[in-house]
């Protein structure tokens, strides 16, 4: 018997070959000192067996230490078989066994097309009813809210008011600007056409108060405070605030969402207005400098034509869309799981069905202010 740091070695000088106790890293130079010369020993054509029955555990290090022998051995003619492995011990002593060829994964089964729309089908109604789920229990914790006010996180409406609203000030500014541009030089030339150029301010108004305005600001903030609300907050639960939160006697509803989902729903509003006059100030400019219709003509016709329901129509489908934001992006974030993949697949869903919810919306909004307006 040959003794080195925590194992034993019995049989040394015979074909039978006994390792005993756990084996480790630590323990490579005293195993290597132990096992060559007993392996040395063996005529060539010997066939030897190492019991691997009494070690408890062992690491990584220490098996392809013994695999290296073995093929050592092999090289000289001598077979060494390693036995009697226990199956923790056994599944580190086959990541390094050179026999046994790497296992591929299987193909995957092609699905048909039917298959894949209705497996898609399934997981697009199983989102819907998460995002229905979540709109209830939202509603139950404003009404919890409203009952007890003083349980909101109200210090943290201001700074979500200033991260929604006015840090979004700049692009959406810029963005409607160029659309109102863009559709006064688009009708410009047909307008123009008919002796019809004062009808510009008509076209341009009219289309960005009703739709335009709170459409463009709609997806705008979607893929702005949206997707940051979803990233947020799929953090968050990813790395078991949100579990830490539930610990602690906080609702993730009151601390988290209802914040989110008030500053975006007053941002909205203001940030539409907004967009509407710099919608209407680039459709001016064009008129002026393109047409010859001033500033003058162009309030004259715009009052003839446009009245508050037109404006008043676009700030109630923006504060519906400002909702609407709100509930999908922070529904995405709470759904997240996987680390890091999860939290990036679940920041895209969140601004995809966030446009979709808009749409959607602005669909319906538009067959109501039809059947409103007759």
């Given amino acids: ?10 049989g040394v000088g015979s074909r039978q070959l006994i390792l005993e106790g756990p084996v480790s890293f630590d323990d490579g130079g005293a195993l290597w000192d132990a096992l060559r010369p007993a392996l040395a020993q063996l005529q060539p054509g010997a066939r030897a067996t190492l019991d691997l ?6 690491d990584g290090a220490s098996m392809a230490l013994l695999v290296f022998l073995r093929a050592e051995a092999a090289a000289r003619g001598v077979q060494l078989e390693l036995a009697g492995a226990n199956l923790e011990v056994r599944q580190i002593l086959e990541l390094y066994r050179g026999d046994v060829p790497p296992s591929l994964p299987a193909h995957a089964r092609l699905e048909g097309m039917l298959a894949q729309v209705g497996r898609e089908t399934l997981a697009t109604v199983a989102e819907v009813r998460k995002v229905f789920d979540f709109v209830g229990r939202s509603v139950l914790e404003v009404r919890g809210l409203v009952s007890a006010p003083r349980t909101g996180r109200w210090k943290d409406l201001l700074p979500l008011v200033e991260r929604v609203g006015v840090n979004a000030l700049p692009i959406v500014l810029l963005i409607n600007f160029l659309m109102g541009l863009v559709m006064a030089f688009q009708g410009a030339v047909p307008l123009q056409q008919y002796g019809a150029s004062v009808f510009i301010a008509d076209l341009v108004s009219l289309a960005t108060t009703r739709e335009l305005g709170p459409l463009m600001t709609a997806i705008i903030l979607a893929g702005r405070s949206g997707a940051a609300f979803a990233a ?8 078991e605030e949100m579990d830490a939160l539930r610990t602690l006697g906080f609702s993730p509803w009151r601390f988290l969402v209802l914040p989110r989902l008030l500053a975006l729903t007053l ?3 203001i940030l539409t207005l907004v967009a509407d006059v710099m919608s209407i100030a680039g459709g001016i400019w064009v008129a002026s400098v393109a047409l010859g219709v001033g500033p003058s003509a162009w309030f004259s016709e715009m009052r003839q034509r446009m009245g508050l329901w037109d404006v008043f129509s676009g700030l109630i489908k923006a504060t519906v869309f400002g909702v609407a934001i709100a509930v999908v992006a922070c529904q995405q974030g709470f759904a997240t799981s996987g680390g890091a993949e999860g939290v990036g697949r679940r920041t895209t869903s969140a601004v995809v069905y966030s446009l979709f919810a808009i749409i959607l919306l602005d669909a319906g909004f538009a067959v109501l202010f039809q059947v409103f307006g007759q």
Avoid at 1 to 9: A, K, P, V, Y
Avoid at 232 to 237: F, H, N, R, V
């Fill in 53 to 58: 029955s009494r070690v408890p555990q062992a």
């Fill in 1 to 10: 018997m040959r003794r080195r740091g925590l194992f034993q070695l019995h």
């Fill in 232 to 239: 947020e907050l799929g953090t968050m639960t990813v790395s």
């Fill in 267 to 269: 941002v909205m509003p």
